[in-house]
C-alpha cells in the first residue's frame, strides 16, 4: 500500500487520531480546543463551509474561517484537514490546509472529485450515506483518474431503518474494504452515532479491528456549538480516550 503521510503521521501504518470541532466559529474557540486536545490529536479537523440540510443554518466562517485556521495550526504546530463543498474554493482552501475532506453529501459530486485528483493533497473521502460500498469505491476513482492515489476511506455511517443512533455505522463494511481495496480506512463515530456515550467504544472497536485511525469531533463547551452540539466530547472526554 502507498504511503500516505500528513504531518508526523502516516496512514499506512499507525493509527491516526483526527479531532477538533466540526466547525470553525472563532478563533477563541478553536483555540481553546486545540490548545486542551494538542497531546493527543495527530491532525485538527475543523470546517470552514459547512454542507447543512437547511440553508437557514450557519454555513461556516469561509474563507475567514480558513484564515482561522491555518493561524491557529500554525500556533500550535498541527496538520489539518477541512472539508470543501465547491471547486470554485479550491485554490483559497489548498492555501489554507495539509488535507481536503470530500463530505458525504458530496461523495458522488464527480466534478469536485475531479478537481481535488488535480491536486497532491491527501483526500479524507467519506462515503455517501446513502451509498453502497461498491458506489463508493467508484466514486473514488473519479479522484484517481486525476491522479491523486492519496486517498483515505471514511466510514461515517448511513442511513438504515435503525434511529436509535443518527446514522448506522458500518464497521464491517469498513473492515471489508480494507481488506479488499488497496487504501486506508479510518472511522467518523461521531457522525455515525450523534451519542457521545458510544464514541469510546467505537474507537476502541477501530483499533481492535486494524483500521487506520479515527475522526472525532471534540468542542471545548459542547452545549454552544453552533454545529452538531449534541455530538462533540468535551476535551476532557476526549483525552480520556488515550489513558
Ligand atoms: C463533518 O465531518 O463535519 C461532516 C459534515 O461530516 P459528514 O460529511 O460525514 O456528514
Ligand atoms: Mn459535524
Same mark, same amino acid.
Given at each position: 500500500?502507498?504511503?500516505?503521510?500528513?504531518?508526523?503521521?502516516?496512514?499506512?501504518? @499507525? =493509527?491516526?487520531?483526527?479531532?477538533?470541532?466540526?466547525?470553525?466559529?472563532?478563533?477563541?474557540?478553536?483555540?481553546?480546543?486545540?490548545?486542551?486536545?494538542?497531546?493527543?490529536?495527530?491532525?485538527?479537523?475543523?470546517?470552514?463551509?459547512?454542507?447543512?440540510?437547511?440553508?437557514?443554518?450557519?454555513?461556516?466562517?469561509?474563507?475567514?474561517?480558513?484564515?482561522?485556521?491555518?493561524?491557529?495550526?500554525?500556533?500550535?504546530?498541527?496538520?489539518?484537514?477541512?472539508?470543501?463543498?465547491?471547486?470554485?474554493?479550491?485554490?483559497?482552501?489548498?492555501?489554507?490546509? @495539509?488535507?481536503?475532506?470530500?463530505?458525504?453529501?458530496?461523495?458522488?459530486?464527480?466534478?469536485?472529485?475531479?478537481?481535488?485528483?488535480?491536486?497532491?493533497?491527501?483526500?479524507?473521502?467519506?462515503?455517501?450515506?446513502?451509498?453502497?460500498?461498491?458506489?463508493?469505491?467508484?466514486?473514488?476513482?473519479?479522484?484517481?483518474?486525476?491522479?491523486?492515489?492519496?486517498?483515505?476511506?471514511?466510514?461515517?455511517?448511513?442511513?438504515?431503518?435503525?434511529?436509535?443512533?443518527? =446514522?448506522?455505522?458500518?464497521?464491517?463494511?469498513?473492515?471489508?474494504?480494507?481488506?479488499?481495496?488497496?487504501?486506508?480506512?479510518?472511522?467518523?463515530?461521531?457522525?455515525?452515532?450523534?451519542?457521545?456515550?458510544?464514541?469510546?467504544?467505537?474507537?476502541?472497536?477501530?483499533?481492535?479491528?486494524?483500521?487506520?485511525?479515527?475522526?472525532?469531533?471534540?468542542?471545548?463547551?459542547?452545549?454552544?456549538?453552533?454545529?452538531?452540539?449534541?455530538?462533540?466530547?468535551?476535551?476532557?472526554?476526549?483525552?480520556?480516550?488515550?489513558?
Amino acid at each position: 500500500m502507498k504511503e500516505i503521510k500528513v504531518g508526523d503521521s502516516c496512514f499506512t501504518g @499507525d =493509527f491516526v487520531v483526527i479531532a477538533g470541532p466540526c466547525a470553525i466559529e472563532s478563533e477563541d474557540q478553536l483555540r481553546q480546543t486545540v490548545q486542551a486536545i494538542r497531546k493527543n490529536t495527530d491532525i485538527l479537523r475543523a470546517g470552514a463551509y459547512k454542507p447543512r440540510t437547511s440553508p437557514d443554518s450557519f454555513q461556516g466562517l469561509k474563507e475567514e474561517g480558513l484564515k482561522i485556521l491555518k493561524k491557529v495550526a500554525t500556533e500550535f504546530d498541527i496538520p489539518t484537514v477541512t472539508e470543501i463543498l465547491d471547486p470554485r474554493d479550491l485554490e483559497v482552501v489548498l492555501d489554507h490546509t @495539509d488535507m481536503l475532506q470530500i463530505g458525504s453529501r458530496n461523495m458522488a459530486n464527480f466534478e469536485l472529485l475531479k478537481e481535488v485528483g488535480k491536486t497532491d493533497k491527501p483526500i479524507l473521502f467519506k462515503r455517501g450515506f446513502g451509498a453502497t460500498i461498491d458506489e463508493w469505491i467508484a466514486s473514488s476513482k473519479y479522484i484517481l483518474s486525476g491522479r491523486n492515489d492519496k486517498i483515505i476511506f471514511c466510514e461515517r455511517g448511513i442511513r438504515t431503518f435503525e434511529t436509535k443512533m443518527r =446514522f448506522t455505522l458500518d464497521l464491517a463494511g469498513a473492515i471489508y474494504l480494507k481488506q479488499n481495496y488497496d487504501f486506508p480506512v479510518i472511522i467518523d463515530p461521531s457522525h455515525a452515532t450523534g451519542n457521545p456515550k458510544l464514541i469510546p467504544p467505537l474507537v476502541k472497536a477501530t483499533k481492535a479491528a486494524g483500521l487506520d485511525g479515527v475522526m472525532v469531533e471534540v468542542h471545548i463547551n459542547p452545549s454552544e456549538a453552533k454545529v452538531d452540539a449534541d455530538q462533540a466530547l468535551t476535551p476532557d472526554e476526549f483525552n480520556l480516550l488515550f489513558v
